[in-house]
């Protein structure tokens, strides 16, 4: 008999459309929130498999360790009549052009109708920051983040503080917290709301080299006892750049950084945030590493083994090391950003990257968490955004064109993950059809000739050119110019 466990598996790898839960056992959700965020999930999702959803509780798994994640499918109630209603309104639109190319532009009236209708050791966590501008002053706030982090990262965890991000959290009106008396929460909180504020007024008006008030936790009024005080090892990253290379933007700053977390914590796993984005629930990164851990998962994945290599001693080979990979010219003639690494030489390394990884195999799971795992800035004005959706739309095209065309390319993509590809990569062209489509109900306005009227000529009886006056203020008899319709009209 298959085990649970191999069963589920098999339900959920032909399940494209799944959602998957992470099974966390989360010391910050309280009971009843947790009741009700299971109340909403219950209302659009049903467990994908029943053995699966035994074999979570009964940790029955393959060798005995319990699963952690299980696999939801939308509900058949919501999902059939969605897929219903697209297949209807597929088979109204082919209805619609049969009966377009059969019938002229003098239906005009039916044509108007239809359109209207139509918790991992921090001891093994590293957190690189990678500065593409190589900013004295970008070095010298992270040292000041650091500082205020001593104070901010325990706080966090004595009050179990959600989101992490101190801006979101004081912009709260009622701030979560739990665990311990309110009264000392308090008197944290307002101890630690002071020292933000300060740090941001010594972020805004830096002063060269003068070791800014920032005290260590210690010196505050505050009770860490038995608070774990330590923070994760801080690594500030800045590469060199060489007008004779190219940097290769932000795919050449991320393999630079991956060159160096390799040398120095060698992490199974890695997280990436642009400078705009930040984590919204701490949670996030656990839930994870459920996908990648679950014993599902876990001997095609990733060798467990393999562990945080704590960092070696700073000595000056060891510095050298890391300078070399971080050197402008380190990756020329390399298969770095060809097979290794983020991929070069285009606008959106982020899709053609994930293509190339998706291309050999692996796969990317869909998840969702209760409170959003991260959050970002978008650009804020039509022009920056005017740029991004130009950069995007350069990016798509450039693969399209190129031998990641997904068409041809990524030999062990599934056809959906192909199809959605190929949308990503030709959506630009898609604007095109997309204006004549916008266009097309003004066109069927036109009537079968045009008159258009010219108020300035006048034209004598006889009409040959040498006889032609030049205007003469309106004329009694004007030029009709008739254009006959040859374009649109008749028949599609
Ligand atoms: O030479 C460069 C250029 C950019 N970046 C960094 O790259 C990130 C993304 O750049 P941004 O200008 O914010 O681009 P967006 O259009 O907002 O980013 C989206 O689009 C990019 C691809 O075009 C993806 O890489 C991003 O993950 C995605 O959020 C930022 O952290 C930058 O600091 C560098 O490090 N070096
Ligand atoms: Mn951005």
Request: aromatic letters at 12%; a neutral charge.
């Amino acid at each position: 008999m298959a085990s649970p466990a191999s069963v589920a598996g098999a339900s959920y790898d032909n399940g494209n459309s799944s959602f998957i839960d992470p099974l966390l056992v989360s010391r910050t959700s309280i009971g009843a929130e947790r009741k009700a965020a299971a109340g909403t999930k219950r209302k659009y999702w049903a467990a994908a498999d029943k053995r699966e959803r035994r074999a979570t509780n009964e940790c029955s798994g393959e060798d005995g360790r319990p699963l952690l994640f299980r696999s939801y499918k939308v509900k058949d109630a919501l999902l059939h009549p969605y897929r219903a209603l697209i297949f209807a309104r597929l088979i109204a639109v082919l209805l619609f052009f049969g009966w377009r190319i059969q019938h002229n532009n003098s239906d005009i009236m039916w044509f108007w109708t239809m359109s209207v209708i139509a918790d991992y050791p921090v001891d093994r966590s590293a957190c690189y920051l990678s500065d593409d501008s190589g900013a004295l002053i970008l070095y010298e706030a992270l040292v000041e983040t650091t500082k205020f982090a001593t104070l901010w990262v325990p706080f966090c965890r004595k009050h179990c503080i959600e989101p992490r991000a101190p801006e979101s959290y004081f912009e709260l009106e009622a701030p979560s917290y739990t665990r311990s008396a309110p009264e000392e929460f308090k008197n944290d909180y307002r101890i630690v709301h002071l020292e933000y504020d300060e740090f941001k007024v010594v972020l805004d008006h830096p002063i060269r080299g003068h070791n800014l008030s920032l005290k260590d936790s210690t010196d505050n009024n505050l009770n860490f006892g038995a608070t774990d005080m330590c923070i994760p090892m801080l690594v500030y990253v800045s590469r060199e750049k060489n007008p004779s290379y190219d940097h290769n933007k932000k795919a050449g700053a991320l393999n630079a950084q991956l060159r160096v977390s390799a040398i120095l914590s060698n992490a199974q796993f890695i997280i990436n945030f642009d400078c705009d984005h930040y984590i919204n629930n701490s949670q996030a990164l656990r839930a994870a590493m459920c996908f990648m851990l679950d014993q599902r998962e876990v001997s095609k994945a990733l060798n467990q083994d393999q562990s945080a290599t704590p960092p070696p001693p700073l000595n000056d080979t060891f510095v050298a090391e890391m300078e070399m990979v971080v050197s402008a010219s380190y990756d020329k003639g390399t298969n770095w950003g060809k097979g290794v690494g983020y991929i070069y030489d285009i606008a959106t390394e982020d899709i053609v990257t994930g293509f190339r990884i998706h291309g050999q195999g692996w796969r990317s799971m869909y998840c969702t968490m209760e409170h959003d795992a991260f959050c970002g800035t978008a650009p804020i004005n039509l022009t920056e955004r005017l740029h991004q959706i130009v950069r995007w739309s350069g990016g798509s095209l450039e693969m399209f064109f190129s031998h990641n065309n997904p068409l041809i390319g990524g030999r062990r993509l599934q056809p959906l993950q192909r199809v959605s590809y190929l949308n990503m990569t030709i959506y630009p062209v898609t604007s095109i059809f997309i204006l004549l489509y916008a266009i097309s109900p003004v066109m069927w306005l036109i009537p079968d000739e045009v008159y258009i009227q010219r108020p300035f000529t006048r034209i004598d009886k006889d009409t040959s050119p040498s006889s032609m006056k030049p205007p003469m203020g309106f004329g009694k008899t004007t030029l009709r110019l008739v254009y006959a319709r040859s374009i649109v009209g008749r028949k599609i």
